[in-house]
């Protein structure tokens, strides 16, 4: 069957509870809280905005938590309007560096972030919320 559209805020879902679950044994006091629109992706914008997906939501789950501090990693799919989609992945954990330079990470999960979000036109913002929040937001 040809799939032309994926029904990604279901798609989001899935993969943050199945990440989630899969670090379940490193902590204990870590939620996970996900919200997502209705929003349907072509295939081309959908596998890059999985792939960024699955590295923020790792990292969330890998580092923020590390000195057994309790939180809650929070997942967002918006349709800003009718042209614009966003993506966040925020923890009120241990923060990423201050001086940590996104657009410059030498690192590859960053990198590769950078990139998927350049191949979407998209912008990728740190928001200064507390520990660490990013948002991805493109054209659809
Ligand atoms: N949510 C986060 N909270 C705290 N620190 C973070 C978070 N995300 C990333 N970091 C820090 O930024 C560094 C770079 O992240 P990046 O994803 O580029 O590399 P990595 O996760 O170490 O390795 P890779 O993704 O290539 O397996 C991490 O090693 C970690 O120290
Ligand atoms: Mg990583």
Do not use: W
Request: with cysteine; proline share 1%.
């Amino acid at each position: 069957m040809f799939v032309s559209k994926i029904d990604f805020g279901e798609y989001v879902k899935s993969l943050a509870n199945d990440l989630f679950r899969s670090y379940r044994q490193s902590f204990t006091g870590v939620q996970l809280n996900v919200q997502t629109d209705e929003v349907f992706l072509e295939l081309d914008q959908a596998i890059p905005c999985g792939l960024i997906l699955n590295e923020l939501i790792t990292n969330a789950l890998k580092y923020a938590f590390l000195d057994g501090r309790n939180g809650t990693v929070k997942v967002e799919l918006h349709a800003v309007s009718e042209h614009e989609i966003s993506l966040r992945v925020s923890d009120y954990g241990i923060g990423i560096l201050h001086d940590f330079n996104m657009l410059n990470a030498k690192s590859l999960g960053l990198q590769l972030v950078n990139s998927l979000v350049a191949q979407l036109d998209g912008r990728l913002e740190l928001g200064n919320s507390q520990g660490t929040d990013l948002l991805v937001s493109f054209p659809c």
